[in-house]
């Protein structure tokens, strides 16, 4: 019986492994409108569609206020 209940365990453990699902968002670029935005550093972010970079949160895009990032660098 009580290797029963280790194999269970064993299998819940194998279907909570399934389940996880990394998570990728993708956000709206500013200057170029495509959602290639990728954060590249502590709450750097640059766009791969048009290589701008913008300041934003730390782990979203926007920022805590809800408005969007502020352009960071040029061109
Ligand atoms: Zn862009």
């Known amino acids: 019986m009580a290797d029963r209940n280790?194999?269970?365990g064993a299998e819940i453990r194998k279907r909570a492994g399934?389940?996880?699902k990394k998570k990728t968002t993708k956000y709206e670029c500013p200057a170029?409108?495509?959602a290639a935005i990728?954060?590249?550093s502590y709450s750097k972010w640059?766009?791969?569609s048009c290589g701008n970079k913008f300041a934003g949160g730390a782990f979203s895009f926007t920022t805590p206020?809800?408005?969007v990032s502020k352009r960071l660098?040029?061109?």
Do not use: L
Request: with cysteine.
């Open 73 to 75: 660098v040029e061109g």
């Open 6 to 8: 280790v194999r269970y």
């Open 46 to 48: 640059e766009c791969n």
């Open 38 to 40: 990728k954060r590249t």
């Open 18 to 20: 399934k389940v996880y």
């Open 32 to 34: 170029c409108g495509k």
């Open 65 to 67: 206020s809800g408005t």
